[in-house]
């Protein structure tokens, strides 16, 4: 599975994007994924995950409801809608696939990763 990441920016506070990951490879719809972000000068983190249906989520504290991870197969494309955007959602944010269809929320379970979008919201 290869995948794009795309839809990041510069945003206000309050504010909102929708990042999109495009995959390629016969496997997405049996892949669950993750979103994942890295700030400056800190470690990557789990930001939120769906099974391989779409029908299970799972989200980091600091982004549950603010943010949305959902996925049309038919499009091999996972998206992440966020809201209500804060300084601290700063960050470059990387799609990632497992081989398997249940989520994990800890990136050493996802074997396959997009190259990050910048995100970055003004105060």
């Known amino acids: 599975v290869q995948l794009q990441a795309s839809g990041g920016g510069l945003v206000q506070a309050g504010g909102s994007l929708r990042l999109s990951c495009a995959a390629s490879g016969r496997t997405f719809s049996r892949s669950a994924m993750g979103w994942f972000r890295q700030a400056p000068g800190k470690e990557r983190e789990f930001v939120a995950a769906?099974?391989?249906?779409?029908?299970?989520?799972s989200y980091a504290d600091s982004v549950k409801g603010r943010f949305t991870i959902s996925r049309d197969n038919a499009k091999s494309t996972l998206y992440l809608q966020m809201n209500s955007l804060k300084a601290e959602d700063t960050a470059v944010y990387y799609c990632?696939?497992?081989?398997?269809?249940?989520?994990?929320?800890?990136?050493?379970?996802?074997?396959?990763w997009g190259q990050g979008t910048q995100v970055t919201v003004s105060s």
């Open positions: 769906i099974d391989w249906s779409g029908t299970s989520t």
């Open positions: 990632a696939a497992r081989r398997f269809g249940s989520y994990y929320r800890t990136e050493n379970e996802y074997e396959y």
